[in-house]
Each structure stands twice: as structure tokens, then as C-alpha cells.
């Protein structure tokens, strides 16, 4: 099923007899039913007003296609999506309305925020084929109860995206990496938590213990970069040995789709957790392989296939997210970390009310 138009959609929906698997591009691996339902159809930017800052895009639109628009106008997406490509081994192109399912955000979240922080509106439609809108076109054009947010994250599992609409930013002048040795997590940590608390607007803080060194990004108008990084340089300096390398764009896209995991084996687990965590609980992990980003907020973890990571970390206060797995892992061990009792009865809830069929990648509620 490939509708290339909402109205098409909406009716596909509405005659739906069994569940489905909502494909975008189809390069995040959702496991689910056989039984697709793809929105590549629905492609095409239907508003983009460089001096308002907002672009309004169809949800099958590929993201390429967005950033080459937005970057002939010296304009991006401020949270830097990852592309999971490499990471999973899938093909494809990904999606814009795939992107705003997943809330996928890189490592400039630490400054700009989250993908959810820039949608300004949608357009969806919901388990009975009804054709739903949220927001606007424009900012400060937010309406009614905000399925803006509530939209972006859900992985499809509350209503099928048709549409969906931006707030963008102008690409930085110049951009500066500075690199610290540092020999362990803990003193990463440190080192990213002083760079990220100190006023001179970091909007990269991640550390490979492979490669023993914490990157830190700087972005803006060439005087203000090359004022921060000098004093960003005394901030850490106490940490170990700082080395400017410049813009360092191929390095900040290899953190972005945590390139350190690509073509090696294993199961790959995304775990968030309160920065000065990071250390006890990556210590817990016992992974073979592992990156951070965030300032420590996100860890990658790779682990052999099969491993239960979840039973590793006990009671972490934070979320375990299953990213890569073969189908047998996938069985035994859900994707999302189990949310407490309350907070699930309202998932049920809201998944009930937007999707009362249960037709809606049902293999994403473990």
C-alpha cells in the first residue's frame, strides 16, 4: 500500500481489516507486521519561507531533499537528525516524517533541542481514517492541545503523518572542534559537564573511550567561535591535552550515526541517563563497545547478540531503547524500556483513543 496523496491515505486507512507496519523510508528497521503501509508516496516541500524561518513538508519527503533546500539559503535543521543507515544495514532514503516519528535528534541537542523543539504543526491520520491537524504553518501558531509534541516520538504508533512543519536556523559562519585526551569516562564526564556549563555555548559534547578523546563543538559568527574556543581551551585545559581541529564535519556525522558500530557485530542499545550517571552505569554495561554523546546524557552501547542489558543496569534511572537486534532478541527483549505502571496505563490510553483498531505498528509495544 503506497497512497500518494492524504485523501488516499485517510481512505487506506479507514479499510484497514488488520495491522500494519508504517514505512517511511524504511531505513530505521521498525519490526512489525509483514503488511506495509508506506507514505514515500506522500513526497514534496508544499511551503518553504527562508525569511520566516518555517518550511511545511510532506511526511514521505526525504530528508537529502529538505537540507539541500534549506542549505541554499544557508539555512538547516537546527537538531541534526541521524541517519541510521549505516548503523542498521538498511537502505533506502530516510524520511522527514520518519524523523519526526522517532524524534531523532544528533549531537547538537545539547544546545538547539530535540527535533519535537522545532515542529511547529502537523497533519496525521488516526486509527479510524480521520484526517487530523495540529499547529500551524508558521511559529507562534500552536492551537488546542499540543499533538505537536505527543506526535513526535511516537513511532507511528498514534496515527500515520502526512505532514509536517519547521522551524529552521541559519547555518554558522564558522564552526570549531577542539579535542581533549582524556584516559577514562569519568574524567570525560567532567570535562564535557565544565565545557557544557560554562557560557561559551557548546553544541557538541561527546567522548570516544576508543579513541581516548572528548570533542566539543563551538558554532557562530567567526569572531564569537574563535573567542569561545580560546577560552573554552583554559576551561578544560585541566583535563588533558586540547587540539583544535577545525570544523571537523565527517568526525561530528561519524558521533551523529555512531559510526564507531558500523559493519562490526553485535546488538546496539541506546540508553539515556542523567549525565554524572554516565560513569556507574557504562561501568555496569559491560559492552564491548561504547560512545557518548550529550555531555554523557546518551550512550551507545554495543553487546554481544542476546545480551539482556536492561538486567545489567538494574535500576538505572533512565531509558534503555533496543536500536539493533536480529528478529530472535527482538522477540524476548522489546524495544523500549519498560515504562512504570502508571505512565504505561496512560500509553495504553492514549494509544487506545488515537488508534482504538490497534492497527498501528503494533510490534513497537513489546
Given at each position: 500500500?503506497?497512497?500518494?496523496?492524504?485523501?488516499?491515505?485517510?481512505?487506506?486507512?479507514?479499510?484497514?481489516?488488520?495491522?500494519?507496519?508504517?514505512?517511511?523510508?524504511?531505513?530505521?528497521?521498525?519490526?512489525?507486521?509483514?503488511?506495509?503501509?508506506?507514505?514515500?508516496?506522500?513526497?514534496?516541500?508544499?511551503?518553504?519561507?527562508?525569511?520566516?524561518?518555517?518550511?511545511?513538508?510532506?511526511?514521505?519527503?526525504?530528508?537529502?531533499?529538505?537540507?539541500?533546500?534549506?542549505?541554499?539559503?544557508?539555512?538547516?535543521?537546527?537538531?541534526?537528525?541521524?541517519?541510521?543507515?549505516?548503523?542498521?544495514?538498511?537502505?533506502?532514503?530516510?524520511?522527514?516524517?520518519?524523523?519526526?516519528?522517532?524524534?531523532?535528534?544528533?549531537?547538537?541537542?545539547?544546545?538547539?533541542?530535540?527535533?519535537?523543539?522545532?515542529?511547529?504543526?502537523?497533519?496525521?491520520?488516526?486509527?479510524?481514517?480521520?484526517?487530523?491537524?495540529?499547529?500551524?504553518?508558521?511559529?507562534?501558531?500552536?492551537?488546542?492541545?499540543?499533538?505537536?509534541?505527543?506526535?513526535?516520538?511516537?513511532?507511528?504508533?498514534?496515527?500515520?503523518?502526512?505532514e509536517v512543519s519547521f522551524k529552521v536556523l541559519p547555518q554558522p559562519e564558522?564552526?570549531?572542534?577542539?579535542?581533549?585526551?582524556?584516559?577514562?569516562?569519568?574524567?570525560?564526564?567532567?570535562?564535557?559537564?565544565?565545557?557544557?556549563?560554562?557560557?561559551?555555548?557548546?553544541?557538541?559534547?561527546?567522548?570516544?573511550?576508543?579513541?581516548?578523546?572528548?570533542?566539543?563543538?563551538?558554532?557562530?559568527?567567526?569572531?564569537?567561535?574563535?573567542?569561545?574556543?580560546?577560552?573554552?581551551?583554559?576551561?578544560?585545559?585541566?583535563?588533558?591535552?586540547?587540539?583544535?581541529?577545525?570544523?571537523?564535519?565527517?568526525?561530528?556525522?561519524?558521533?551523529?550515526?555512531?559510526?564507531?558500530?558500523?559493519?562490526?557485530?553485535?546488538?546496539?542499545?541506546?540508553?539515556?541517563?542523567?549525565?554524572?550517571?554516565?560513569?556507574?552505569?557504562?561501568?555496569?554495561?559491560?559492552?564491548?563497545?561504547?560512545v557518548f554523546d550529550w555531555g554523557g546524557g546518551l550512550i551507545w552501547a554495543?553487546?554481544?547478540?542476546?545480551?539482556?542489558?536492561?538486567?545489567?543496569?538494574?535500576?538505572?534511572?533512565?531509558?534503555?531503547?533496543?536500536?539493533?537486534?536480529?528478529?530472535?532478541?527482538?522477540?524476548?527483549?522489546?524495544?523500549?524500556?519498560?515504562?512504570?505502571?502508571?505512565?504505561?496505563?496512560?500509553?495504553?490510553?492514549?494509544?487506545?483513543?488515537?488508534?482504538?483498531?490497534?492497527?498501528?505498528?503494533?510490534?513497537?509495544?513489546?
Amino acid at each position: 500500500m503506497r497512497p500518494e496523496t492524504e485523501t488516499e491515505l485517510a481512505e487506506i486507512v479507514a479499510g484497514l481489516a488488520a495491522p500494519v507496519r508504517i514505512v517511511g523510508g524504511g531505513t530505521r528497521g521498525v519490526p512489525g507486521p509483514e503488511t506495509e503501509l508506506h507514505v514515500s508516496g506522500l513526497q514534496g516541500i508544499e511551503l518553504y519561507e527562508p525569511g520566516a524561518l518555517t518550511l511545511v513538508a510532506k511526511a514521505g519527503t526525504p530528508v537529502s531533499d529538505i537540507e539541500t533546500a534549506l542549505a541554499a539559503e544557508g539555512q538547516r535543521l537546527a537538531f541534526e537528525p541521524m541517519d541510521h543507515r549505516g548503523l542498521l544495514g538498511t537502505t533506502g532514503e530516510p524520511t522527514i516524517g520518519g524523523v519526526v516519528a522517532a524524534n531523532v535528534s544528533g549531537p547538537r541537542r545539547v544546545q538547539a533541542g530535540a527535533c519535537r523543539d522545532f515542529l511547529l504543526g502537523v497533519r496525521y491520520v488516526d486509527g479510524t481514517g480521520q484526517v487530523i491537524k495540529n499547529g500551524g504553518r508558521v511559529m507562534k501558531n500552536v492551537t488546542g492541545y499540543d499533538l505537536v509534541k505527543l506526535m513526535a516520538g511516537s513511532w507511528g504508533t498514534l496515527g500515520v503523518l502526512s505532514e509536517v512543519s519547521f522551524k529552521v536556523l541559519p547555518q554558522p559562519e564558522v564552526t570549531e572542534t577542539l579535542m581533549v585526551a582524556v584516559p577514562d569516562v569519568t574524567q570525560a564526564v567532567q570535562a564535557m559537564s565544565a565545557a557544557l556549563s560554562s557560557p561559551f555555548e557548546v553544541s557538541g559534547a561527546a567522548y570516544d573511550p576508543a579513541e581516548g578523546h572528548v570533542m566539543l563543538r563551538i558554532e557562530g559568527f567567526t569572531e564569537s567561535v574563535q573567542y569561545r574556543a580560546a577560552q573554552m581551551i583554559h576551561v578544560v585545559a585541566g583535563f588533558g591535552v586540547v587540539t583544535r581541529i577545525g570544523a571537523a564535519e565527517a568526525m561530528w556525522a561519524g558521533v551523529r550515526d555512531v559510526a564507531a558500530f558500523h559493519g562490526v557485530e553485535g546488538d546496539v542499545w541506546r540508553i539515556s541517563v542523567k549525565p554524572t550517571d554516565a560513569p556507574e552505569v557504562a561501568e555496569a554495561l559491560q559492552a564491548d563497545g561504547l560512545v557518548f554523546d550529550w555531555g554523557g546524557g546518551l550512550i551507545w552501547a554495543r553487546v554481544p547478540a542476546g545480551t539482556d542489558l536492561r538486567s545489567r543496569v538494574g535500576s538505572l534511572r533512565g531509558h534503555a531503547t533496543l536500536v539493533r537486534a536480529d528478529q530472535a532478541t527482538r522477540y524476548v527483549q522489546p524495544m523500549f524500556h519498560p515504562e512504570p505502571a502508571p505512565l504505561a496505563a496512560i500509553t495504553q490510553g492514549l494509544r487506545t483513543r488515537f488508534d482504538p483498531r490497534g492497527l498501528f505498528n503494533p510490534g513497537l509495544m513489546g
